[in-house]
């Protein structure tokens, strides 16, 4: 059974530094990985898609990173802004059954 | 473009009765997948619906249910509300397949059950 694991649970950084965040997943039959952010009692934006045969993805300020092997993607923040503010999760669709499963998330709070 | 609607945004039930929300897909998707967010279990999924039939299902019992139109549009339901289904209950739309491409989520339809 597929477990994915965000750690921290929370965090919190002063602005301008740069962070990482980080989703484990425990099956590697994996179509791809997802990183999206929610604001708080919002819907999801969609931030990355790193298929399955990529390494790393990059968006402006993001870059995700994924390591099939070890279970293991990153998603890297430059120079924070408290506009950055949400709660980011990643999500594996599974080659298997054919479902998404979601990390319970990172609270990130940017500290003014 | 318009992006995923869902209506209606908050509703407040008792335990017992039954529910209808509904979600209206980016024009063009075809996939609607429906989740449940509660804190002490996260995002979880539902169900996937593509072309009126159910691709998918998650790990609820039967008193969730959905369905889809020749429009796109979605709808689920649950029967014999508990207080356990007091949740953000987010629909996500896509092309063709929700484990293969990027996933539109709507705003939310939140759900109070005393």
Known sequence: ?112 | KAGVTQTPRYLIKTRGQQVTLSCSPISGHRSVSWYQQTPGQGLQFLFEYFSETQRNKGNFPGRFSGRQFSNSRSEMNVSTLELGDSALYLCASSWERAVLETQYFGPGTRLLVL
């Open chain 1, 1 to 112: 059974k597929q477990e994915v694991t965000q750690i921290p649970a929370a965090l919190s950084v002063p602005e301008g530094e740069n962070l990482v965040l980080n989703c484990s997943f425990t099956d590697s039959a994996i179509y791809n990985l997802q990183w999206f952010r929610q604001d708080h009692g919002k819907g999801l934006t969609s931030l990355l898609l790193i298929q399955s045969s990529q390494r790393e993805q990059t968006s402006g300020r993001l870059n995700a990173s994924l390591d099939k092997s070890s279970g293991r993607s990153t998603l890297y923040i430059a120079a924070s802004q408290p506009g950055d503010s949400a709660t980011y999760l990643c999500a594996v669709p599974m080659n298997r059954d054919d479902k998404i499963i979601f990390g319970k998330g990172t609270r990130l709070h940017i500290l003014p």
